[in-house]
């Protein structure tokens, strides 16, 4: 799979996502005040975000052509662009 048709899948699986869970912004914000309470201080919905794609990078430690978790960090990287906007 080429890098341009990667990108391609990760909008498709971002899309997908944002119609079975509503809105990135929402989602993270959601995400965000949860974690805020489970450890005792201000969670960012960015912060949220920049969790999940470490989450996938230790994963791909593991399985460096995991491509599930590779097009995972394309599409955090664009939920992260929409979060930080």
Not at 37 to 55: K, S
Request: net charge positive.
């Amino acid at each position: 799979m080429s890098g341009a048709t990667m990108l391609q899948h990760a909008a498709t699986v971002v899309a997908g996502r944002s119609k079975a869970y509503g809105a990135p912004r929402p989602n993270m914000e959601a995400v965000a005040k949860r974690w805020s309470l489970t450890l005792g201080h201000t969670v960012t919905p960015a912060q949220v975000v920049v969790c999940m794609i470490d989450l996938k990078l230790t994963r791909l430690g593991h399985d460096p052509k995991h491509q599930d978790s590779i097009i995972d960090i394309a599409g955090y990287a664009a939920v992260l662009h929409e979060v930080s906007q």
